[in-house]
């Protein structure tokens, strides 16, 4: 912060991992910064002195660290006094009370009972980054007119204005203004604490005990669930003990859980709640999916303003009926089936047979699944190319317009179908590749020629090594309308690319002049490429406009983590599946069975469920079976249905363990044959 206002760096053990607080001084002293260090533990790195919250040099460090935004906060100066209550936003079952120094004082229940905010610790309504700092807000002012609230952050001389619209379910803030309007490049909701240790849903975004329950939801897309411990925006992922009480679950499947997000997280304190938004109208260098220094194109959707989440605090019981009546009043997406709502159906646990038919096999398809007992049939892989998703040849000689009969000779028998991809993953065959490459491939970073190069040549002299000394699978550079492999670059100056292969993956092989741009392109072990924001969401609408012609009504989104590719982390993942759900026709949008393997906040309101545990690694039963069984404790504190994930059944699977796919159908399961 500043000098007026100053904070201390506090590090000590946490179990298993570490703590830091960020303690401030109230008295206005300028007092030095401190940092304490507890024995035997690693000195941090990067603590500086201006600032608030833990960047993500602290998560670099282990995957079971806790999130600096969630730690212990304690006032320093314990003469300070609370702030005074400026307004009370009361929904029908709590009341949240804003103080005077801009931050959330109490939640209280409707009985005006206990407060589920945890005193003495720090719980600004909004935070801001400048330049690198975090700076929260000192001072707040309440428009009863017009329902704003004003914060003022003395420390960084900059301002935010707040909706705050009260509702029966939930209270919806947004950010309407900030200043200086080109310095804010995050704004930061929370985290709050919450006196509430028992289930933590890190996904969702809800903490709950058996009476109550207090929740954070992001409104849009761009209002991405947790804290920005990392500037590529990928979900935090750790794994800890789920201190939860589950009267279903045995308890060691609660040991060493994977958490999958932290929209929520468990601290010693408590919990807390959090949510953020970042300004992405500048073109940045990250760390990013195995690149030191991964170029992101700016991005323009409104930037820091226009975030907006929604707080609500209820009975336990109630909380998933909350979440829904907030879907419906905010507008984000409410998936229903058969009329009822997706979270809340029987039908989103559907088992479902995987059967790779074709025009010629799907009446047999058809027979098998409903002897069975089953009304889903899936495709695991009908595509020949993704990215334009054309269907192969052999399986669907009509395109299309043959699988659409597949699906309406499946339907008259009361069977849907589904069908499986890779998301945005774009293979070389593909016409986003050959004969001319998009330019909207993603790319890790770019540099001019140094000289210009004929058609033949070999060698391309480039101006830096950067994005060229690492190698990958395809090792594929973009020059022109050219795409060009290469086999290693050179050892030393001048910087060479060897062994090129020119025209490569289809392209036409040309001359180039100096200056002119080599593209390292994004690449993936599974020999594909990727898209960009722009790219990847016309990808998702390609997807959508297959579902629009034929009428398929299922989908697993495998491999979201590939829309890391945009630079934008989870917000990538977002874009793709919300571009996929607003793209399909009425009658289809809401309808169609989705889940992944890769969760998220925002995707939680789009997918129908979650589901993975894969048949590869053992035999029927063996393969992850206490993985499987695990992530069910993760989908009950997430309030999603049980699924069990894919089995195989081959030649060598007993009798026994085939039979037991008929339990497995009322569990939620994927049997492939």
């Known amino acids: 912060m500043g000098t007026t206002s100053p904070f201390w760096w506090v590090e000590a053990p946490h179990e298993p991992a570490l703590r830091r607080a960020a303690l401030q001084s109230r008295s206005g002293l300028a007092n030095p910064l401190r940092l304490w260090r507890a024995p035997r533990l690693p000195r941090l790195a990067n603590a500086e002195a201006n600032g608030y919250f833990l960047g993500h040099d602290m998560y670099q460090r282990a995957t079971y660290l806790m999130l600096a935004g969630c730690l212990l906060l304690l006032a320093p100066d314990s003469r300070a006094t609370a702030a005074e209550p400026l307004v009370r936003l009361p929904t029908q079952t709590a009341t949240f009370i804003i103080n005077g120094l801009g931050r959330l004082d109490s939640i209280r229940a409707e009985d005006a009972g206990r407060n589920y905010v945890v005193p003495d610790q720090p719980a600004p309504l909004l935070s801001l980054r400048l330049k690198g700092q975090w700076h929260t807000p000192t001072q707040a ?3 009863e007119t017009n329902h704003t609230l004003h914060l003022a952050y003395e420390s960084a001389q900059a301002s935010a204005t707040l909706s705050a619209l009260v509702r029966t379910s ?20 929370g985290p709050y604490p919450i006196a509430i240790t028992n289930i933590v849903g890190e996904i969702v975004g809800v903490v709950r005990d058996p009476e109550f329950a207090v929740g954070i939801q992001a409104l849009n897309a761009r209002t991405l669930g947790g804290y920005p411990a990392r500037e590529s925006d990928i979900v935090q992922e750790f794994g800890a003990k789920d201190l939860g009480i589950y ?8 040991e060493v859980q994977g958490f999958r997000g932290d929209t929520a997280r468990a601290t010693d304190f408590g919990s807390v709640l959090q949510a953020y938004t970042r300004d992405r109208s500048r073109e940045r260098a990250i760390e990013n999916w195995g690149h030191d220094a991964y170029v992101v194109p700016a991005f323009e959707d409104g930037g820091v303003v226009g975030s907006r989440i929604a707080l609500f605090a209820c009975p336990a019981p109630q ?10 009043a905010e507008g984000l997406p409410h998936p229903m089936l058969d009329g009822v709502w997706a979270k809340q159906s029987p039908h989103a646990t559907a088992s479902y047979l995987i059967v790779d038919f074709s025009e010629d096999t799907i009446d047999r398809a058809i027979a098998m699944t409903r002897q069975a007992g089953l009304k889903w049939l899936y495709h695991s892989s009908p595509f020949s190319t993704w990215g334009h998703f054309q ?29 499986h991809t890779l998301s945005n993953f774009i293979t070389p065959q593909d016409a986003y590749v050959a004969p001319k490459p998009d330019p909207r491939l993603a790319v890790v970073g770019s540099t001019p020629l140094t000289q210009e190069v004929d058609a033949v040549a070999t060698e391309l002299p480039v101006a830096q090594p950067d994005w060229f000394a690492k190698g990958s699978t395809l090792n594929t550079v973009r020059v022109g309308e050219e795409l060009i492999r290469f086999k290693h670059l050179s050892a030393a100056e ?10 490569a993956w289809g392209t036409k092989a040309a001359p180039h002049e100096k200056g002119d741009k080599v593209a390292r392109l994004l690449d993936h072990p599974y020999e594909v490429f990727f898209g960009n924001a722009d790219l990847s969401r016309e990808i998702a609408r390609h997807l959508a406009a297959l579902f629009n012609v034929t009428g398929v009504r299922q989908i697993s989104f495998d491999g979201l983590e590939g829309n890391w590719a945009t630079g934008h982390g989870q917000y990538g993942r977002i874009l793709f599946t919300q571009s996929w759900h607003d793209a399909l026709k009425p009658g289809l ?40 069984f695990k992530n069910q404790v993760l989908f009950e504190r997430n309030f999603m249905p049980p699924m069990l994930g894919w089995f195989a059944l081959r030649p060598d699977t007993s009798v026994e363990d085939a039979g037991l796919h008929i339990e497995f159908r009322t569990l939620g399961a994927a049997i492939r044959l």
């Open 141 to 143: 002012t309440w428009n």
């Open 170 to 189: 939930h209270v919806a803030f947004a950010v309407t203004d900030v200043q200086p309007a080109d310095a804010v490049d995050l704004v930061l909701w």
């Open 247 to 254: 009267a279903d679950f045995p308890p060691e499947l609660t």
């Open 319 to 328: 909380a998933l009926d909350t979440i829904g009546a907030i879907e419906v």
């Open 391 to 419: 269907l192969k040849p052999d399986l669907f000689p009509s395109g299309p317009e043959g699988l659409r009969r597949c699906v309406e000779k499946a339907g008259a028998a009361g069977v849907h179908v589904g069908v």
């Open 494 to 503: 001048p910087w060479r690319l060897l062994e090129c292969q020119r025209g």
């Open 589 to 628: 949008q809401g309808t169609v069975i989705n889940d992944a393997s890769n969760p998220g906040h925002f995707n939680w309101h789009i997918n129908t469920r979650m589901n993975w545990g894969e048949p590869w690694y053992a035999g029927f039963r063996e393969s992850q079976t206490l993985y499987r």
